[in-house]
């Protein structure tokens, strides 16, 4: 527990390919919870949606795609390994189905709410400063000096 811990303190001050591979780990973590309870009956699969949305939220859309790819891979590949005849029923393949299309929804909400953020920093920094706000903080820096 101890050890997750340190993994999101790295994970927040590493540079961001550190940060990459940090949920790469995460995302090799919660694969193997699937294929060592049931593959496609296990509940852990919920772990990939905070998971996708955190990614998603801040990496850019590129980034997330291919992180949600990745994430779709593993949790395919580790439902299959546990159970290899889950994709003969129709109940289970629709199963599937409907986790692969709301964990790719997770990934495009995510994506969605940091175009948002990001159009909104560009606005802000987009918006002319009032000249007599400019001229208010200008001034008593160059009094300051003067004195």
């Given at each position: 527990?101890?050890?997750?811990?340190?993994?999101?303190?790295d994970g927040l001050?590493?540079?961001a390919?550190?940060?990459?591979?940090?949920g790469?780990?995460?995302?090799?973590?919660?694969?193997?919870?699937p294929?060592?309870q049931?593959?496609?009956?296990?509940?852990?699969?919920?772990?990939?949606y905070?998971?996708?949305?955190?990614?998603a939220?801040?990496?850019?859309?590129?980034?997330?795609?291919?992180?949600?790819?990745?994430?779709?891979?593993?949790?395919s590949?580790?439902?299959?390994?546990?159970?290899?005849?889950?994709?003969?029923?129709?109940?289970?393949?629709?199963?599937?189905?409907?986790?692969?299309?709301t964990?790719?929804?997770?990934?495009?909400?995510?994506?969605?709410?940091?175009?948002?953020?990001r159009n909104q920093?560009?606005?802000?920094?987009n918006r002319?400063?009032?000249?007599?706000?400019?001229?208010?903080?200008?001034?008593?820096q160059?009094?300051g000096?003067?004195?």
């Amino acid at each position: 527990m101890i050890c997750a811990g340190r993994a999101s303190v790295d994970g927040l001050l590493a540079p961001a390919l550190d940060r990459r591979a940090v949920g790469g780990n995460r995302l090799a973590g919660v694969g193997e919870r699937p294929r060592g309870q049931g593959g496609l009956k296990s509940q852990f699969f919920v772990f990939y949606y905070p998971l996708l949305l955190a990614f998603a939220l801040v990496f850019p859309p590129k980034a997330t795609l291919s992180f949600t790819v990745l994430t779709l891979g593993a949790y395919s590949l580790a439902c299959f390994i546990a159970d290899p005849a889950f994709f003969v029923g129709a109940g289970d393949l629709k199963l599937f189905v409907m986790r692969v299309i709301t964990l790719t929804a997770m990934g495009g909400l995510g994506t969605y709410y940091w175009r948002v953020q990001r159009n909104q920093r560009r606005a802000l920094m987009n918006r002319p400063v009032p000249l007599p706000l400019v001229e208010a903080r200008l001034e008593p820096q160059a009094t300051g000096a003067q004195g």
